[in-house]
């Protein structure tokens, strides 16, 4: 099962997270950048609201210059309000005074000149919420399977009934 995320970042910060998308398919997560997904004539707004919803959870780079990026603030509160898991990383040097709705949330320290023990731990935490995520759906599965095995054990022929 393909787990999906949402990586949202500041333009300026792509070369931190261009390596990740490779990386983390080798644990069936597909990572989402908008770079990568061109759709002419299609709203940038309406895309990426799109793809915040189909994921399974988002993940956000937290930069000096993501700082004040407001599509990045935006993006967040589109996934709090999808219900999305939220992954924070923060860089060294990002003001954490303008986590805004972050605020208390727990969140990946990085350095921008090292990002990659930050990336494998990122990696390790989706791919621990994509389990989790098969673990419900496997668990879903056998409650649906066990209640229609019920159902044929004891539903019995409704001709057959003693009135």
Not at 139 to 162: C, K, R, S, Y
């Amino acid at each position: 099962m393909r787990y999906r995320v949402f990586l949202s970042h500041c333009s300026k910060d792509i070369h931190l997270v261009e390596a990740l998308p490779a990386y983390a398919k080798s644990h069936n997560i597909d990572i989402y950048l908008y770079e990568h997904d061109p759709q002419l004539g299609m709203m940038i707004a309406d895309k990426i609201q799109r793809r915040i919803e189909q994921s399974d959870a988002f993940v956000v780079i937290l930069t000096k210059s993501s700082e004040d990026s407001v599509y990045v603030q935006q993006e967040i509160g589109a996934a709090l309000n999808a219900k999305k898991p939220v992954v924070p990383l923060v860089g060294v040097g990002f003001d954490t005074s303008k986590l805004g709705m972050l605020e208390g949330t727990k969140y990946i320290p990085f350095a921008e000149d090292d990002p990659e023990s930050a990336l494998s731990k990122l990696v390790r935490y989706l791919a621990n919420l994509k389990k989790g995520k098969e673990r419900g759906l496997m668990n879903a599965l056998l409650f649906v399977a066990g209640t229609l095995l019920l159902g044929a054990m004891f539903g019995g022929d409704q001709d057959n009934d003693i009135a």
